[in-house]
């Protein structure tokens, strides 16, 4: 029973996924706005929003107790960006060479994927600070905590700006396929506008959000034949059931050479849930270095900072993602051994 509802929500969340990828494409080629925008900002946070609500709804709920809820609030926060730039990454690169083979390079545009980069380990990095600073000094916590909101704030305004003159350079969204409901209902009369694609754009985020509702009821009962914790979950399994079947859009990207739009999506997404969510975390949590929390901390900026480098270095390849997906392994390890 648990492995259908999990093979049925995946369906669903693939279907959905296709749905989004494809209203969004028109939508960014409607808008003239660059793929970085597209993939950076509308994809990342269209897709984490669901996701997003685990930890919100962990930290504010009165349901269990409160070690729970706060054990499950800060497994999802440093979860997410730990999974986004070690096993996402990692996947996509498979992906790739499955499709494009083992030689062929990635194309990201790289001033985008830079300050996706970039932003997010300044965010991140505050983050882990605040991890260390004690309770007490809740005047510090406040300040760390408004600190990483205005960087997200700062890291939106720099990233529209840039639009135009990466669509003057060639990086414009394009869509590869006629929008589905046109393709489905347009003999009797549907045509292609702003709200057939907004209503599109919805249709595939609902069915994003319920598919990972029941995959992460398929995981929670596993969870409970598996005997895990609640802050050893929260960081293994709330991340990959909540966050990683929306990033199946970055797999159908890298498939088709829309390497910028695949990146941004990912990329985009760690500095939203590394900026914003830790500030609730701060605020509302005891945040504090414990064992599990550092080793993750530490993994996800080694890979974040080693995908920065690769990308600075020139050639991209999906080879050198591997070494993404080891940073994953080695904190299932630690969690797990």
């Not at 900002?41 to 930290?59: D, K, Q, R």
């Not at 790289?110 to 600073?133: E, H, N, P, Q, Y």
Request: with cysteine; glycine share 8%.
């Amino acid at each position: 029973m648990t492995l259908g509802l999990l093979l049925i929500a995946l369906l669903i969340i693939l279907i959905g996924a296709e749905t989004f990828t494809n209203a969004l494409e028109h939508l960014g080629e409607r808008l003239k706005i660059s793929e970085g925008v597209t993939g950076s900002i509308f994809a990342a946070v269209g897709t984490a929003l669901p996701e997003t609500m685990v930890p919100v709804v962990a930290i504010l709920s009165t349901a269990s107790t409160q070690q729970v809820r706060e054990e499950v609030g800060v497994g999802a926060i440093l979860g997410a960006p730990l999974m986004l730039s070690t096993l996402t990454m990692c996947l996509m690169a498979l992906f790739a060479i499955h499709k494009r083979g083992w030689s062929d390079e990635l194309h990201p545009e790289r001033t985008g994927l830079r300050r996706d980069l970039k932003w997010f380990l300044l965010a991140f990095g505050l983050s882990t600070v605040a991890i260390f600073v004690p309770h007490q000094s809740m005047w510090i916590r406040a300040m760390i905590a408004i600190s990483l909101v205005l960087v997200y704030f700062i890291y939106l305004m720099l990233t529209i700006r840039a639009s135009a003159k990466l669509v003057a350079d060639g990086h414009g969204t394009a869509a590869s396929e006629p929008l589905f409901l046109v393709r489905l209902f347009g003999r009797i009369g549907v045509p292609e506008n702003m709200f057939t694609i907004l209503l599109q754009l919805a249709i595939g985020l609902v069915l994003i959000i319920l598919g990972a509702h029941g995959f992460v009821q398929g995981v929670e009962e596993l969870s409970v034949w598996l005997g895990l914790s609640a802050l050893v979950l929260s960081l293994l399994i709330v991340p990959v059931a909540t966050e990683l079947p929306e990033k199946v859009n970055s797999i159908l990207w890298i498939r088709r050479r829309k390497d910028t739009l695949a990146f941004g999506n990912i990329t985009g997404a760690m500095v939203f849930q590394g900026s914003l969510l830790p500030a609730l975390g701060i605020l509302l949590t005891p945040w504090e270095p414990r064992p599990e929390v550092l080793a993750g901390v530490i993994l996800t900026l080694v890979a974040s900072s080693y995908l920065l480098l690769m990308t600075r270095r020139g050639h991209l390849r999906p080879v050198h993602l591997f070494f993404n997906g080891l940073c994953y392994l080695s904190f299932l390890a630690f969690m797990l051994l």
